[in-house]
Structures are given as structure tokens and as C-alpha cells.
């Protein structure tokens, strides 16, 4: 048994052996056999490890990348922050630090008048206006470099406070393109009305009260009407006269007259604003004179207006671009805009849908600022200036050769306004009877050839030289001129290129064309007599040439008249065959008076004088034949004008009114 155990030991530990003999044997030979790869395999394993290196270089790249950009993101914000500490010492540097501690003196004075500021009341005021208006002391103080010298002259000129000139600041704190939502503009805040009753030009071309010469003038001459007009109230202080800027002339009357009040310190204003605008202005003053103590150095000024830019005078006889002339000064024209500010932007239509700007300057004498450099070209000048001569519409789109194509929507009023040219012209240059019009079709818009300036400024001469013309006054209007010289509007228009109803004072208007045919001497013949014939009210040319049996053209020779306009109680002398029957009845004056006339009537040497009070149911020619007078003596000797009776000029008289003759 002993031995079995032992034999048993024996074969375990051999099994054992085995066991552990083979597993070694099996993970030697495992491990030391080698497996053959293929150069295929090779290149695919070269080529998975490249990859996997680019890929992990590629991971380092993007992460410098980043790495860097953010350094940047840094260094942007410390170059921002540099730049902010750095204005932050500039400002620190350049800021004028206010004295705290000044003291508003106890007594001041504005435009001649002593305000005395121990008053608490007064004192108080002037302290809250003064705090408020110490805000913009650095826009207002440098501009006045600019304007205050440009000011000066013209309100000592017109005998004016030179503390005038404050009141620019309070109204638009020295901008000339200042606006005010209500209209007013300019560096004076003058309101379109008031503009034009100071004769401030101010249409879609130009608006003057945006002129800092012209505004200032307008200013002044303003003061010192109302100044006039509340002195004859008893009223003799400026700050009362300043007021009536704000309030208007009327308003501070009506104060006045409620109150019983004589100076501004004794009024009360009817507004607040009113009150606030003269205070302003004494504030502001205060400000200017304490300039150095208020903020301890002076605001350095901007360089006087006339030592950056020149005044240069040109005269032109119609509308006119700017930019020819400007580039002959050695300029352009967005420099002669800036300067001028009172120079707007005309838009006129180059297209169906599209506007060109430009700068034209209307007929007229103007100075346009110029910068002080800038270096003219005589020669271009001189060929520039020659062009403002020649005589030119409103500005309207012009068309090559004269003439246009018509586009698809046009018509022919739209193309006339874009030509500045009437419709019937249209019609009667391209020989149109109604309105119809076609795309394609081709237009004449013009029958003026082009010329030079020389010749059409020659042209220009002749026509007015050989033609009477007539000096538009102020507040004379086209329908009133017509009137007066006995002619039609349309051919005020005709003569003078006038596309609508817009005059100007100073303006020659050519009233009629004078032909160099001799004047008709009308005389009795064997076969004709001369027959005298008073126009009644209803009469026409033409049926008065039906009537007789004459041609309307004859009977303007014969008469010098120029158009269709006859006046009633007017006397035309017609030829007409002896023994010719007249056709109608309706003026029984012309047939009895058909008698024969050897040679025209000709007006006494001395007319009898006196007066004569006209009496229910007269008439112009009974109360002539009467005084034996000519009728036209009486209308020239008592300015007797024409009225528009169901469209018949008549000249009416009533009773009661006295005639000189």
C-alpha cells in the first residue's frame, strides 16, 4: 500500500512535469515563431503611422493656433486699454477745470444797459442760466473765433451794441446749419417769412439765412426796426428790444401796454422762453468776460472766417452749375458747398427714376466764399463768368442735340417740366395736335442751337435793347405786370424764358419786342376813310375785324398792338372801304362816328386842368368827351388800372371818385 502511494506520488509529479513541459513548449514555440509579412503589408503600416503623425502635429498646430490667438485677443485689449488711459490724460490734460469758487460781480452790464445783481431775486437767475450755459462753453467760445470778427463790422456799421453778437449763441450756438423744428435756420434763426421781409432770398436754390454776411445785416436792420417801433411807445431799452426777437414785435407790444412797463426789469414776460432767451444772453456774455478766471486758461479759438476763405463776386443772368467755375478757382465743389452754406443742392431728374445734385446759383449778383489757397486760373475763370451770361431757365435736365426719346410711361407734360419747356411748344416743335405720344418715338425739346457765351449774350443784348422792358419791384407779381403794361402773362413768359410764375426783384423782365417795321400812318384815301371805334366791355380783336371787315393783323398795325389785350373805353382807328356797310349793331358809337379823318387825332399841346367827381352811371368815355379830354390822358393822369370783370379787362371807375384831368 505504502508502495502504491509512493508510485502514485511519483506519477503525479511526472504527469505534473509533463504538463508544465508542454504548456512551455507550446509558449516558447509561440513566441519565438515569426509571421512573414508582405511588402504590401509594410507599406500600409508605413503609411498608418505617417498619417498618425500628421494627424498629432496637426492637433500641436491648432493648439498653437489657438494659443496665439488668444495672445492676441490679449494684446488688442491692452492696446485698448492703453488707448483709453491714454485720451483719459489727454482729456485730463486738455479739460479747462471750472472755478467753483468764482463769484458773479454785483453789478454787469449787457447792450448799454446796468443790471445790478445785489438783487436776489435777479441775482438767482442769472446764476441758474449761467450754471446751465456753462455746459456748451466749449462748442460756443472756440466757433466765436470764426464769427464774432465777421459780426463786429456789420452791427458797428449799423450803429449796434457789439453785445449784439451774443445773441447768435443763444439762438444757434454759432452753427450755420442750425434748424429749428418750427422752420427757423441759420445762425440767426430767422422763420421763413420773417427771412423774406428782411429780403433774405430763400427758394429751392438758395436760402439766406444761412448766409452769415447777408443774416447778420438782416439781423441788425431787424433790431433796429422793432427798436424804432417800441421807442414810439416810450421804450428805449435794448434788452426790451432783444426780447421782441424771441416774442415777436406784436406780443411784447401787447406786454407792454398790459404792464405800463418801460424797461425789461419792470416787465413780465408773457413766456418763460421769452425771459430765458435775454438772460441767456447776458449769461453767456458773463462767461466770455470771466473766461480766464471762470476756467482758469482760455479755450483756443478757431481761425476768423475771412482768413480761411476769400469773397468772390460773380453775376450771372440764369441758372448756373457751380462746378466749372469752382474747379477755375483752383477748388472744387464740395469745398465751395461747405463754405456756402446758403448755396442748397438742386436735384434735377436725369432719369425716369434717378436725380442728379448740383449746386446752381440763380440769376443774380452774388459773393461765394472761396478757400484762401486755393490758386485761381484766370483764363478758366474768364470762360466760366462769359458762361454765366447767357441767359438760362430753371434747371431742368437738358437732352443731347435738343432733343429726347420717349420712354415707356412718359408723357408729354412730364417731358416738358424735365426740359423746363412748356406743352404747347412740344406740340408745336414736333407738330403734335393732342397729347398721344409713343416709346421710340423721337422729340425735339429745344430749338436753340448751341452757341457760344459770347454770342448768346450778344443775342441777349440786341433783344432787350431792341424791346421795352420793365424792372421787376418788390412784391410786383407776373399776373400784375401783364396788367399794367396791357399784355398777356403767356407771352411774359414767351419773351423771358419763364417756365412758371417766379420773379425776383431787380429782375428786367421783356414786356414787348419792338419790330423794325415803320410805324402805320393811317390816312383817308379815295377809296378809304378812317372810321374811330371804342372798345366796349365783351369786344375782341377778332370780332371787331369781322365786324368791320379787316384782317386782326391789320388792325394791330394800325393800332400798335402787340397780342390779342384790349381794355374797355380803349379807341382803335380802323381803314375801311368808303360806303362799307358794318355788320351788327352792338356799338353804335363806331358807325356814328364814321366819319372821314384826314390824319390821325393828335392831343392838344395844353390840356385844360382841374377835377371832376364821377356820378352814378358815367363812363370812362362819356366823362372823356365831356372834358374833351383823350381817354388815355385820364388813365395816365389818375393811374387807373384794369380789373378782370368775367374774364374781360375793364377799367372801373366808381362814383364819388375824383378824376384829375
Not at 447768435?168 to 420773417?194: K, R, Y
Not at 482768413?307 to 469745398?335: C, F, K, M, P, V
Request: aromatic share 8%.
Amino acid at each position: 500500500m505504502i508502495y502504491l502511494i509512493k508510485n502514485d506520488r511519483k506519477c503525479i509529479a511526472f504527469f505534473i512535469k509533463l504538463v508544465i513541459f508542454i504548456v512551455l513548449s507550446v509558449f516558447i514555440v509561440s513566441c519565438t515563431t515569426t509571421t512573414v509579412q508582405t511588402p504590401r503589408d509594410v507599406r500600409y503600416m508605413e503609411r498608418y503611422l505617417a498619417i498618425t503623425d500628421i494627424d498629432s502635429l496637426r492637433v500641436v498646430l491648432v493648439d498653437r493656433d489657438m494659443y496665439i490667438d488668444s495672445l492676441y485677443t490679449m494684446i488688442d485689449y491692452l492696446n485698448y486699454t492703453v488707448d483709453a488711459l491714454r485720451t483719459e490724460v489727454e482729456m485730463y490734460y486738455s479739460r479747462v477745470l471750472i472755478n467753483d469758487e468764482f463769484e458773479i460781480p454785483l453789478r454787469f452790464s449787457f447792450a448799454g444797459v446796468d443790471i445790478d445783481l445785489s438783487n436776489d431775486r435777479i441775482r438767482s437767475k442769472l446764476q441758474s442760466i449761467y450754471n446751465i450755459e456753462l455746459r456748451r462753453a466749449h462748442q460756443f467760445i472756440p466757433r466765436s473765433g470764426t464769427y464774432f470778427p465777421v459780426f463786429e463790422p456789420i452791427l458797428e456799421r449799423h450803429g449796434l451794441h457789439p453785445d449784439i453778437k451774443y445773441m447768435a449763441i443763444v439762438e444757434s450756438n454759432l452753427s450755420s446749419m442750425a434748424h429749428s423744428p418750427v422752420g427757423a435756420s441759420g445762425l440767426w434763426q430767422f422763420m421763413p417769412a420773417t427771412g423774406r421781409s428782411m429780403n433774405l432770398t430763400i427758394n429751392n436754390h438758395l436760402d439766406e439765412r444761412r448766409d452769415v454776411f447777408k443774416s447778420t445785416d438782416a439781423a441788425a436792420r431787424y433790431l433796429l426796426q422793432n427798436h424804432r417801433q417800441l421807442r414810439n411807445l416810450e421804450v428805449d431799452c435794448w434788452l426790451v428790444t432783444l426780447a421782441t426777437y424771441n416774442a415777436g414785435l406784436g406780443n411784447m407790444t401787447r406786454t407792454i401796454r398790459e404792464q405800463q412797463g418801460r424797461d425789461f426789469f419792470s416787465l413780465i414776460m408773457r413766456v418763460e422762453e421769452t425771459n430765458n432767451f435775454v438772460w441767456r444772453m447776458i449769461a453767456t456774455k458773463l462767461i466770455f468776460e470771466y473766461e480766464e478766471v471762470i476756467f482758469e486758461r482760455p479755450f483756443e479759438r478757431f481761425p476768423p472766417l475771412l482768413e480761411t476763405a476769400r469773397l468772390e463776386r460773380i453775376q450771372t443772368n440764369g441758372h448756373h452749375d457751380l462746378a466749372e467755375w469752382s474747379i477755375a478757382q483752383g477748388t472744387n465743389i464740395r469745398e465751395i458747398w461747405e463754405l456756402n452754406p446758403w448755396i442748397s443742392i438742386s436735384r434735377t431728374r436725369a432719369g425716369r427714376f434717378s436725380q442728379i445734385n448740383h449746386l446752381l446759383i440763380p440769376p443774380g449778383t452774388w459773393d461765394i466764399l472761396v478757400p484762401i489757397d486755393a490758386v485761381p486760373d484766370r483764363a478758366k475763370i474768364a470762360q466760366a463768368e462769359t458762361r454765366f451770361q447767357q441767359r438760362s431757365a430753371a434747371p431742368a435736365a437738358t437732352a443731347a442735340g435738343g432733343r429726347h426719346v420717349v420712354q415707356r410711361g412718359e408723357t408729354l407734360g412730364g417731358i416738358a417740366r424735365r426740359y423746363g419747356v412748356s406743352v404747347d411748344n412740344l406740340r408745336r416743335w414736333n407738330n403734335i395736335s393732342g397729347d398721344m405720344i409713343r416709346a421710340g418715338q423721337t422729340l425735339v425739346v429745344s430749338t436753340q442751337p448751341a452757341s457760344t457765351g459770347t454770342q448768346t449774350t450778344s443775342t441777349t443784348a440786341a433783344r432787350t435793347s431792341n424791346a421795352v422792358t420793365h424792372v421787376v419791384q418788390r412784391g410786383e407779381t407776373l399776373g400784375g405786370i401783364a396788367q399794367r403794361h396791357n399784355v398777356r402773362v403767356y407771352d411774359l413768359r414767351r419773351l423771358n424764358d419763364i417756365t412758371g410764375d417766379m420773379i425776383r426783384p431787380g429782375q428786367t423782365l421783356i414786356i414787348r419786342e419792338q419790330t423794325a417795321r415803320e410805324p402805320v400812318q393811317l390816312a383817308e384815301t379815295d377809296t378809304h376813310t378812317i372810321v374811330n371805334h371804342t372798345i366796349v366791355s365783351g369786344d375782341t380783336l377778332g370780332g371787331i375785324a369781322q365786324r368791320f371787315n379787316v384782317s386782326v393783323e391789320n388792325l394791330r398795325r394800325w393800332n400798335n398792338i402787340n397780342g390779342d389785350r384790349i381794355i374797355a373805353g380803349q379807341v382803335l382807328r380802323i381803314q375801311v372801304p368808303r360806303n362799307a356797310q358794318v355788320s351788327g349793331n352792338r356799338n353804335q358809337e363806331a358807325t356814328a362816328t364814321s366819319e372821314p379823318v384826314a390824319t390821325p387825332p393828335t392831343p392838344p399841346q395844353t390840356v385844360a386842368t382841374g377835377s371832376y367827381t364821377v356820378q352814378s352811371g358815367d363812363t370812362l368815355v362819356e366823362i372823356a368827351r365831356r372834358l374833351n379830354v383823350p381817354i388815355s390822358h385820364l388813365l395816365t393822369r389818375n393811374n387807373l388800372q384794369t380789373e378782370n370783370i368775367n374774364g374781360i379787362d375793364t377799367v372801373v371807375i366808381r362814383p364819388g371818385q375824383v378824376l384829375r384831368y
